[in-house]
């Protein structure tokens, strides 16, 4: 099994900046892909952004091009997501997952570990 917990959520104001963190612990080996995702009250789970652990190839959502950078250092098994001119709409719960395969997946029932999710709030 592996475990994730992820940190760094908060509230802050429109334009502004929050550094999530994710954590990875237990059976790490074997997993290749980590991402991130965010579900908004009432909505379903969708895919913000994924890395590969092993080149380091990223993958967006169109939403985020720009604006929000995944990176991970893998000495500390962690990954990261930067997240530059929030915006209201990206206020949601997110989420990091991970997968053992190799393909940078948008659909949630492609990865295989989740963690409890850290809350994003941008005000206006």
């Known amino acids: 099994q592996v475990q994730l917990v992820e940190s760094g959520g908060g509230l802050v104001q429109a334009g502004g900046s929050l550094r999530l963190s994710c954590a990875a612990s237990?059976?790490?080996?074997?997993?290749?892909?980590m991402g991130w995702f965010h579900q908004a009250p009432g909505k379903e789970r969708v895919f913000v952004a994924a890395?590969?652990?092993?080149?380091?190839?990223?993958n967006y959502a169109d939403s985020v091009k720009g604006r929000f950078t995944i990176s991970r250092d893998n000495a500390k098994n962690t990954v990261y997501l930067q997240m530059n001119s929030l915006k209201p709409e990206d206020t949601a719960v997110y989420y990091c997952?991970?997968?053992?395969?190799?393909?940078?997946?948008?659909?949630?029932?492609?990865?295989?570990?989740w963690g409890q999710g850290t809350q994003v709030t941008v005000s206006s």
């Open positions: 997952a991970a997968r053992r395969g190799t393909a940078l997946f948008v659909s949630t029932q492609r990865y295989d570990y």
């Open positions: 237990g059976r790490t080996f074997g997993v290749n892909v």
């Open positions: 890395i590969s652990t092993g080149d380091g190839t990223t």
